[in-house]
């Protein structure tokens, strides 16, 4: 028999290896999610690739049965980290989160179906009977993500995004608030506005106060594996789609970039005790790391949530990034008026106290940043094999 790399010789009678998706069909036998969950996980996460019978690697039949259950036991592993996910999120989010999970494990793949998705694009109008014109917009990735950026800002004071402290800001959310028109009217008035203003729109009138812009989020080492002539992914911000890094240094030609240096924990810049606000910088600081809403079961993106300090700056607390976190409008005004706390320990993890001091909840950090982080990737140059997250016990061959 063939020797594979780490110098175990297959066995004929050995068991028949156990499914990667195992693992959703007991979590749905034991009441743990629903078929719709085990559904949306299955789909987000497709297949594991194939080995690539091209790459030198994997001429060694050996090599590809090894490199095979590596990827199994990596899809295994992600399968398990969804179904925990599952409770706090609805079936949408958890298939996206799926997706993204899954073009963090394979880059190569990821590019292909963005690809795709990008060949897909188009638009469609017509009139009907009635003599009104219909419009069908299919967007690729970075469509998607300028249409969110466009009407998304303008509609937030209507959907609780931050409260603002600028008098005239206030006063122009509490007019849209106001504002007759339904929401899907007034996304249709901007968009015309928009088509029509062009590149002479005058974004403070248009856009309240952040003006539409995509950003992405790509490590250094997903930036230096592009550069190597490998592949990698980033992540749009606001919705979580994960792009090609290529996408990325594509856009930084267009627009330019923003270094954030972070540590694993994502707590990069501090201010301390000479500014009361978090700056303009530590916003997108505590975005990067949080992904939104830290609250337990929020889906709030960051562009709909407030800065909070930790601990109270009226008693000492520091204006820095790992003091501070994320909380959308709801839940910060829930945190101050009804006695809930958060705390953290050094860099630790974030813990939800309840008010009734009962047992605290651990704050989680999205999934996708997790993957994106962790860097589950084997290192460009070295045999493709795939990596299981921390913690995980990887099944017997």
């Known amino acids: 028999a063939v020797e594979g790399p780490d110098g175990r010789k297959p066995d004929a009678a050995e068991p028949a290896a156990r499914p990667w998706w195992a693992p959703l069909g007991e979590a749905f036998t034991a009441g743990r999610i629903t078929v719709d969950q085990q559904d949306a996980i299955r789909r987000g996460l497709g297949e594991p690739p194939e080995p690539d019978a091209d790459d030198p690697m994997h001429q ?16 295994e592993a992600a399968a398990i980290d969804l179904i925990e996910e599952a ?57 998607a993500a300028w249409l969110d950026e466009i009407l998304d800002p303008a509609l937030r004071p209507r959907r609780g995004g931050p409260r603002f402290v600028d008098p005239d800001e ?3 959310a509490e007019a849209l608030v106001a504002d007759p028109r339904s929401n899907e009217q007034l996304a249709y008035d901007l968009f015309l506005d928009v088509i029509t203003a062009g590149a002479r729109a005058d974004a403070a009138s248009v856009f309240g106060t952040r003006q539409a812009g995509v950003r992405v989020i790509v490590t250094a ?67 990067i790391r949080d992904g939104g809403c830290v609250w337990t079961d929020c889906d709030r993106p960051a562009s709909y949530c407030e800065a909070h300090h930790i601990d109270k700056h009226s008693q000492g607390g520091r ?9 959308c409008r709801f839940h910060h005004m829930n945190l ?9 320990q050094n860099k630790g993890r974030l813990m939800l106290h309840p008010p009734d001091d009962g047992a605290p ?11 994106l982080w962790g860097d589950r990737q084997a290192p460009p140059g070295s045999p493709r094999r795939f990596r299981s997250p921390p913690g995980h016990v990887r099944p017997a061959a």
């Open 361 to 371: 909840i651990v704050l989680g950090r999205p999934l996708e940043r997790r993957y």
């Open 87 to 143: 409770g706090r999120r609805t079936v949408e989010d958890l298939g996206a989160a799926a997706r993204a999970v899954r073009d963090v494990l394979d880059p190569t793949g990821a590019r292909a179906r963005y690809e795709e998705r990008y060949e897909q694009r188009s638009f469609r109008s017509w009139m009907d009977a009635r003599g009104i014109t219909h419009a069908r917009i299919d967007c690729d990735d970075e469509g």
């Open 170 to 172: 206030k006063a122009a």
């Open 221 to 287: 080492s997903a930036r230096d594996a592009e550069a190597a002539g490998s592949t990698a992914v980033a992540l749009i911000e606001e919705t979580g789609v994960t792009v090609p890094a290529t996408f990325a240094a594509q856009r930084a030609c267009d627009t330019g970039t923003r270094e954030c240096v972070v540590d694993t924990d994502g707590d990069p810049l501090n201010l301390g005790r000479e500014a009361r606000l978090f700056s303009a910088k530590q916003k997108l600081a505590l975005g």
């Open 60 to 75: 060694d039949a050996a090599e590809r049965a090894f490199w095979t259950r590596d990827a199994h036991t990596s899809w």
């Open 336 to 344: 101050h008026h009804h006695g809930w706390r958060i705390s953290r």
């Open 319 to 327: 204006t820095d990034v790992d003091r501070g976190v994320l909380l």
